[in-house]
């Protein structure tokens, strides 16, 4: 088996307040993209886990592929299985990566072993891997609320538009993003500004995680410049970066403009 997990931006995230566990309530609208990391599975009499590709920062037994297929198999009894990894979305970098291929051997498992389970049981098993997990099993355009766990498919659709994904090396820890964060209730919420055009979401559609990571990163503007300075209708950051997007009306070829930058592009 085969399968493909793709990444996500966000479209617009707001930190509306600061919840008494020390959580922050947020509302974002995640949308799939085209950029995919490669996954197999195959029964097999011993299990097995390897990665190629992008080089993670963390241990092969730290990833949450493991993580999904320990979980079925302390509930199902599932036998051995090789799973190969290969990644191609940079991790950390706010496109949920390490969160759609766990989503994806959940789901990839369920149709090996024929569990039958549907689509909400997959999701509330997510959730014990991680907060984007659930949002990977549907894996539409969702409104996201909550710290994360509220998932809300909408119908809304980018067709015909064009990404650039830039990615800096620079990586940003999720507790400086939330260091300096002011939340507060937007004017206008994030359902209302989709219903815009595109070329009219630049001064309302915002990512709050901005303002805090370029306090400390003031380098990262000029990502954000370039894209709007060819053609970019939006540009902004991907949850709380390092990931730098664009969407444009007419393909695109920035590769030049970030060099030794991580560069994807592709119509959405």
Not at 21 to 43: C, M, Q, T, W
Not at 96 to 112: I, K, M, Q, T, V
Not at 156 to 167: A, G, I, N, T
Request: aromatic content about 12%; proline content about 6%; hydrophobic content about 40%.
């Amino acid at each position: 088996m085969i399968l493909y997990p793709n990444a996500k931006i966000n479209l617009g995230l707001n930190i509306i307040n600061k919840r008494p566990d020390g959580y922050h309530n947020l509302e974002s609208l995640f949308y799939p993209v085209p950029l995919r990391d490669k996954l197999e599975i195959a029964v097999s009499e011993e299990f097995s886990f390897s990665e190629t590709g992008i080089k993670l920062d963390s241990k092969p037994d730290d990833n949450l592929v493991l993580k999904a297929y320990n979980i079925l198999k302390a509930k199902y009894s599932l036998s051995p299985v090789n799973i190969h990894l290969h990644k191609s979305i940079p991790f950390g970098g706010g496109l949920g990566g390490g969160s759609s291929d766990a989503s994806f051997c959940l789901s990839g498992l369920n149709e090996l072993f024929k569990l039958h389970l549907n689509e909400q049981q997959l999701a509330d098993l997510s959730v014990l891997i991680g907060a984007d997990c659930p949002f990977f099993i549907y894996n539409k355009p969702a409104l996201v609320s909550g710290i994360g766990d509220i998932i809300k498919p909408v119908e809304f659709s980018l067709k015909d538009y064009f990404l650039v994904l830039v990615k800096p090396a620079v990586g940003i820890p999720t507790p400086l993003a939330y260091k300096n964060v002011k939340p507060s209730m937007p004017e206008l919420s994030i359902s209302d500004i989709i219903q815009l055009p595109v070329s009219e979401w630049k001064q309302v559609l915002k990512n709050d995680f901005e303002n805090s990571v370029f306090k400390s990163f003031p380098e990262l503007i000029r990502l954000k410049e370039i894209l709007y300075a060819n053609g970019a209708l939006y540009a902004s950051m991907s949850g709380s970066g390092s990931t730098f997007y664009g969407i444009f009306e007419q393909e695109a070829d920035l590769r030049n403009c970030f060099n030794n930058m991580f560069y994807f592009n592709g119509w959405l």
